[in-house]
């Protein structure tokens, strides 16, 4: 590569970590801000007084403000902690039941000679081909009716409805990769079938199963529509609408922008931890 | 450090996959002898991969038994068969150190951890592998893959190891290596051995004895050197060989005592006179001793090729009957050259000429001119 063009490709990954993180780290900054400097001075990025005040006042406690006046707690904080609370409980849910049935499901599409094989795959996958909003409407009616409007349930079943089809759509390009004979040669080695599958085929995908369940709990955290549907104004509501209510009903960005960080933590945290698997497994396509 | 040796007895065993026409197994019927390393040869398409299978106990027979010295393993799955597989792909784990792979089976087996390095030290010693065994698949070359797979299956000690075309992603001179590697591997264990190949210079070349199939069925066991010798039929003796042999279509010449190619253009004078009026003559390129050249031949020299040191020639009538004849390089002949040959008939086969089969005619110690 010539000189010239490496500097050219590093600029433009510069621009693209730019493009990325500055409205993050503004967003930071700002939550870091009082109310009453970021509002009279002229846009800045460092505050010239950091605090942690708003924060403090999401969790239910008062604060000082810039000139010592105390400030109660937020009157959001219960909304957006249960709202963190939820969205944590619906996607863990929706991440392990994702996995129990997306797993044998792919598996099975990808390694078990049988009839339909191709058919089922494509219809599973069809599925995503459908935005949610088209599928609200059915649900929202069926819900009324079976008493989950306003559950976590009811939001851990729709949302399971993105995310399986998704991952059996990656589960069976993983295991579709796994080398040919594996599954045979474990059963020569002394593995019954299901031993096989969890003492080889399991350990072999590791990487590929830690992906998906990384995307099943990113899928579920960050979903908005069937959470603000079912959800919104009940005791089940999940983060995203709760602070999308905050947005519009408070016109305090510092505040909003404290909220807004405590809901990108979880999947900032879980991204840097398994971000060597995301980074083997191939997404092309998806 | 010897495994304990089985004789393998497949009797009668059948194979129809779903939807198939024809049976991938005919009523199989095959004895293995204890130590023996058998290769099963045959084109693609022939059963020897499923008969493989079945042996191994990853697919069931329809009809048939097996036996394991005197074992039944018939309904026995293949994880309680005692058998080792060496795959033409996937050799080994691929999220595991050779180490760990080569180790799985017998630790699942439970064999105490001391002895498993034992042996995992003596096979690898003798594979020369023994330094990369902290490796995965993926850090070592081919032939090293090759290598330690082939440890992961003696490594059990199996009662029957079984290889699938294990050398056919390698390259040619790594198979010549790796075969006579094997070839050392099964007198030092001994254990009883099933080498599918398609190849038949690799099963002549490895073998105690050779198993062709064609459809489903086994056409002939034999040693390599008989197989090459007395083949039953036409087909074998074309499929077996590097150079194709000869076969041309004859009849008994008016006179009696000479056979006669379609065109009338060569006579061929055998020693023996009990052959049928009508026969395939079998006659492998080596056995052709191009004798003196006189320009009053049908026969010329058509194409030459070198072959491994030595000249094999395509000579032709006319009418375009071809012979194939290998010859010495020092007096290298030309194109166009007529040319008379001899055949060595003590190595001519007849066959029928409508079913293929060999006919247990002797056609030896005569020697033939061209009129």
Sequence with gaps: MSTRRRVVLHLLALLALVWTIAPLAWILLISLTYHHEFASSTIHLLPHQPTLANYVRLFGRSAADWNGTIQPPNAYGPLIRSGLVNSAEVAVAVTVLSMVFAVPAAYALARVDMRFRQAGLLTIVATRALPPVATTIPFFVLYQTLGLSGTRLGLVIAHLTMTVPLLVWMGTSFFGGLPPGLERMARVDGCSRWRAFTRVVVPASRHAMTAMAVIAFLTSWDEFTFALIFNTGTSAQTFPPALSSMFFQVSVPTEVASATVLGLLPPLVIATLFQRYIRKVNLVGL | ?371
């Design chain 2, 1 to 371: 450090m010897k495994t304990s040796n089985v004789g393998v007895a497949i009797d009668a065993v059948s194979k129809r996959y779903k939807s198939a026409k024809q049976p991938a197994l005919d009523g199989v019927t095959l004895d293995i002898r204890p130590g023996e390393l058998l290769a099963l040869l045959g084109p693609s398409g022939s059963g020897k991969t499923t008969l493989l299978n079945v042996l191994s106990g990853l697919e069931s027979a329809d009809d048939g038994r097996m036996l394991f010295g005197d074992q039944d393993v018939t309904d026995i799955p293949a994880e309680r068969r005692s058998v080792a597989v060496v795959f033409q792909s996937s050799m080994l784990y691929p999220h595991m150190s050779l180490r760990k792979s080569i180790a799985f089976a017998p630790r699942l087996n439970k064999v105490p951890d001391a002895e498993i390095e034992q042996r995992i030290a003596d096979i690898t010693g003798w594979l020369h592998i023994a330094h990369l065994l902290d490796r995965r698949p993926h850090e070592v070359s081919g032939g090293e893959r090759q290598r330690a797979a082939i440890a992961k299956a003696l490594v059990s000690r199996p009662a029957l190891l079984l290889m699938d075309e294990p050398f056919s992603a390698v390259d040619a001179q790594l198979r010549r290596q790796l075969r006579s590697e094997l070839v050392k591997l099964h007198r030092e264990f001994g254990t009883t051995t099933v080498f599918v190949t398609h190849d038949q210079e690799e099963a002549m070349a490895i073998s105690d004895r050779v198993a062709v199939m064609r459809n489903g069925r086994l056409v002939q066991v034999d040693e390599p050197l008989e197989l090459y010798r007395s083949p039953v039929n036409a087909w074998l003796a074309d499929f077996v060989g590097v150079q194709p042999i000869n076969v041309l279509p004859v009849r008994r010449s008016p006179s009696g005592d000479t056979l006669q190619t379609a065109d009338g253009e060569l006579t061929l004078k055998p020693e023996g006179r009990a052959f049928p009026d009508v026969l395939d003559l079998g006659v492998r390129p080596e056995h052709i001793k191009i004798i003196a050249s006189g320009s009053a031949s049908p026969l010329r020299v058509y194409t030459r090729e070198v072959v491994s040191g030595q000249m094999k020639y395509t000579l032709r009538t006319d009418q375009g009957t071809e012979i194939v004849a290998i010859r010495g390089s020092d007096d290298v002949l030309d194109i166009d050259t007529p040319v008379d040959v001899a055949v060595d008939w003590r190595h001519a086969i007849a066959f029928d000429s409508t079913t293929g089969e060999r006919l247990d005619v002797n056609l030896a110690k005569g020697t033939a001119g061209v009129s």
